[in-house]
């Protein structure tokens, strides 16, 4: 009997085919891509590599900035009941992020006897670590449809080059929102990735579509800014979503918590932004500051030249990507060509691009910060998502010869050495090197370094360590020797600070006036955190450049002014703003009493009273109605800084004048 003939090529295409176009079923827990074991075993050596030394890296660069004592000061009052204010009595949003905010009260709450500083650098030494590990298992799903059946080795390009720069590692601990911000955009970035890898037949159902619209309007509270990045993900789900019902979802998951927030924000604050974007004027443009804080970020570490070498690499990665079809869409008839594009490896790729250049160029425009580095870090993790990881595949003779396979390879390969190269250089950069902690025309500083140097410690982590401060003992010793109360100005002698006594009512006054009795203290500084945190809650805490004073808040922004502080209260308003003695010889001598007369008369314009009044009289339901239907005028509303100006533009009458300054 003679053999049966072998299946014709013809009858082979047609099986596979078939087979293509079978519906893929995933059974539970079984990942919908799978790796080979060298993609599956290279990618854990990386992560897990990249994450230890990201680690070690931020653990011997350990720190907590002053600025993030301030949120604990917050969180210290959250505790004790006073509400989330910085000073009890007075309704000031002093934080930016929101949702760090929260999540240190949640920690502190849980760590109970734990020292809130410990409970700040876990927190953002995890998150940190945890953001790189998204960053890089993002990109590593991006790559996935394009690796499955080939060998190819996981290799980190983005993330090393993010963990070589000494400021990365510095804020992996400081105790502010940057290990949130980093934790964030990782799960939004491998979120967006995994919704723009839709399988045949599997479309993405309910529940993952609401979380991601939960992540991408949480956006604002975790910084404001970062609403460009989550309000983009937000727009593309909506022109990708096929129903209305999709559309709806995508509009409430993302939009609650944000909105109920802002509820909260404009009725309990009476303004419609956080009180640090007020005392910044975030909606203002230095362009000029924007770019000399660019050009400090990237001089140091020559970050251009990992640029020039990733693009290329990003490039020669996209030579080698397969478009397998098993990650098309279902057709539909409302699912058009531009819905298919939206919802797209190469649009999830063009989000966090944008994301990035968005976030660059705020930034610019705002000025930049005065902390060095800190608020590029935040846009280059976006920039460097895409190749976090790369895969660098191994020729199989399938997709091309071996001899382009081994040149293609080849040319991956130099260029991430060159790139681990640059980043072994950058690693052990000396950064802004001799002007790192001199506070120069430009105004940015090494906040590590500066600190470190400032109060002795190499790594500054508790309260008590920046007693160590310039002024900051000192405000103890004040403190415990005015039993009666007293306000405290900075003086020009660091172990010491100048005294204001409280005004002590005349006799047979009032039962109002009598209550000024109870010994009250306030200490006027700049260096809120380190100070907050350092004295009690009973004892006001306020600055000139309106992080925490609703009077500065309300000033104009300086032109000239150090970026992050370029609003500057005078003194004479403090001392007219409070109990205090406001004629010599209770005041120092190098203030104007006639200066503090005018701050008073101008402290009773009906607008600045009212604004005052949205912060400080008892909240209740009217209150709180008031605020939010006022938020947007009090959010606009300015005061002049020169109370003699202030009164003439409140049409105010100028006081007469007092007797000079006693002679020395």
Known sequence: MPPLPSASPGLEAIKREVMRRRPMVRRFGRPAFRYDRTVRVSLGISVALVVLLFGWGAWQRRWIADDGLIVLRTVRNLLAGNGPVFNQGERVEANTSTAWTYL??????????????YVALTLALVLSLLGVALLMLGAARLYAPSLRGRRAIMLPAGALVYIALPPARDFATSGLESGLAL??????????????????????????????????????????????????????????????????????????????????????????????????????????????????????????????????????????????????????????RLARAVQSPPAAVAFVLVSGVLQVLYWTRQGGDFMHARVLLAPLFCLLAPVAVIPVMLPDGQDYSRETGYWLAGAAGGLWLAVAGWSLWAANSPGMGDDATHVSYSGIVDERRFYAQATGHAHPLTAADYLDYPRMAAVLTALDNTPEGALLLPSGNYTQWDLVPMAQPAPGSSPENKALQRPQHAVFFTNLGMLGMNVGLDVRVIDQIGLANPLAQHTARLTHGRIGHDKNLFPDWVIADGPWVKVYPGIPGYLDANWVAQAVAALKCPATKAVLASVRAPMSVHRFVSNFLHSFEFTGYRIDRVPLYELARCGLPIPEPGPPPPRE
């Not at 240190?104 to 500083?117: A, D």
């Not at 990708?240 to 509009?251: E, P």
């Open 183 to 336: 934790a964030y955009l990782g799960l939004l970035w491998w979120m967006m990735v995994r919704w723009a890898q839709p399988l045949r037949n599997q479309p993405d159902n309910d529940v993952f579509i609401g979380a991601l619209a939960f992540v991408a309007g949480f956006s604002v509270l975790v910084r404001p800014e970062l609403a460009l990045m989550g309000g983009l993900a937000l727009i593309m789900m909506l022109i990708a979503a096929r129903t209305w019902r999709r559309r709806l979802l995508i509009v409430v998951a993302g939009g609650l918590v944000p909105v109920a927030y802002q509820i909260f924000r404009m009725g309990y604050y009476g303004l419609l932004v956080p009180g640090t974007a007020l005392a910044k004027d975030a909606a203002g443009d230095k362009w000029s500051q924007g770019a000399i804080y660019f050009l400090n970020f990237i001089g140091p570490y020559a970050v251009w030249l990992p640029a020039l070498l990733l693009v290329p690499l990003g490039l020669l990665l996209m030579t080698t990507r397969r478009r397998p079809s098993f990650l098309r869409p279902m057709l539909a008839p409302n699912y058009g």
């Open 104 to 117: 240190m009260y949640v920690g502190s709450w849980i760590g109970g006897p734990m020292r809130m500083e």
